[in-house]
């Protein structure tokens, strides 16, 4: 018998718990899945030792056993039914040459952001495999080290935000840069969403060949378009990227879920952009979601993340209210309605994450 | 013949220019009226000089001449079809006896921020005659100023937005504070929120005494709410509020408009607040936003305001689809979908208004 290679061995790991793939294909399950966006991440005191010793958060993106490491965290505390690779949404803009770096208290920032049609002209399509490599190698890391307990996400910034961010230099309120370009010259915008688009499928294909079992794009800023422009200028493009990503490897499928902060007027429009499921924000209500959407895609979500303040009773009582209104049947993945906030009690994640294996069984008889 | 007293005088006043008015209640007119969030505000240069002379933002709210003086600047250079008060959101929180001021940067702040159930307890409701004359004063040398030129609209933060800042002690990204107390004691944000609906209404009802022929209840947070908390702690209150309004004076109907800031998935439940007319923000698509709130509502809105940097004849074509998507028939106030942006060029704000009087005639034949 020949031994396989070391990517195809882990990638033929039979996986222990599946229940998050099966969720979003909408196959059958014994309980609802649950998992955490930001799940690795300032609210574990484990978590902020490794970021103190990596010197900087870019450090920790950048050190695949740091990053490794970070991502497993949240595994040894709670009962999540995946993980998510550890790493930021701006690596792709960063590996185009954007120098990415974090000032304190204003988040992410670029050394050199995108001013001018040539500075779009001349953006590269990154190769993941030199360009990325740190992610790629953490991508490999994580997979072997998770041993087929949970499936591992990778993910992306979807094109639209990783454009918002590349303009602006940063973070926006009003996002005057991006939109301006948008409405003046949407064709040097539309160049530019391309090559994103490109980059991003051919980091997310690298991300799955190097041990990905679903993929995730973070649509952050969509919500800030009209709802002409959100289809013009973000979710054509992330119908984009879906289209060029690997849907099988060694005959699994590899789902995708799509995420638009504030997009919860657009559903519909996104089930057709081939996507297995969709990200929810609070603001949504999830019954009528899933009645707006159908058969045709999974739902991910949608508890308030402010509701992690409140006492393990309470919050248990909102997973409750949460997997009534989605109710029975498969192709719900319970999750936070964005990003878990740094100050959460971890205790409150376990009352949560708890909540959701026990009282979620009797909607899957 | 008996001399009317001043405040019935102008009470009396015939208006030039109705279609404001004609518009919230779906009668016809000959063209879409428009006016603008912020119209009196940063972006005028002749604002800004009278905001330098009164030394802070605070005097200016709290003095009626001043007040009334930037009110009129932008009807001197546009011709907006209606004026709205100048003044803050947050006058009736201040009157409660919470010690308003602005921080440079950080925008408003609360001295005595509501920290206790005690504190809860103990806030009076204002009344608006002798706490907030300096608001009713104005709204009266301004009706008397505008010599029914256009109408004049008063406003009030609606009790949820109110109370967000209350808590918060300021502006907040995560509403920690407001959402704690939802969750812990949601029967303690109840006592406060109706004693806010009742300061909220009696302080409306003065402004329509005193001469507001309109009023609008801006709720700028109620979109951070899950659609459940939406309508037990924002929406009913917004209905409280409008239950206990004057809406008839001397024979005349004084429309009241409801403007939830992410609110674009809640229409139908907002239909039934008993408003005149919804505010839209830009993301909602007013032909479906039209199409869902049947006859019941008119709709103001709902241009996005970062638009406003784009080049004149862009703008006009941003006008031009929001007319044609509205489509025919009365019921349309044009609006941007949240205030206009300090930095924008006065010329482009002309250049929305005129494209609204020229291209809107077209659809009320």
Redesign the interface.
Known sequence: MQHPKPEQFHIMTVLENDTFIRALLKQPVDYTPVWMMRQAGRYLPEYRKVRAQAGSFLNLCTNPELACEVTLQPLRRFDFDAAILFSDILTIPDAMGLGLYFSENEGPKFKNPVKTAADIKKLPIPDPMTDLHYVIDAVRLIRKTLQGRVPLIGFSGSPWTLATYMLEGGSSK???KV??LM??QPELLHIMLDKLAQSVASYLNAQIEAGAQAVMLFDTWG????????VEFSLYYAKQVRALLKTDVAGRRIPAILFTK?G??WLEAMTDAGYDALGLD????IR?ARARVGDQVALQGNM????L???PE?IAD?VK?ILHKYGAGSGHVFNLGHGI?PDINPDHVKAMVDAVHQYSPAYHK
């Open positions: 009003s996002f005057q939109k301006g409405y003046e919500g800030m378009l009209t709802s002409e422009d959100y504030g919860g007027l609070w603001q949504t209500d009528k308030d993340p402010v509701a303040y409140a006492q309470i909102k209210a906030l």
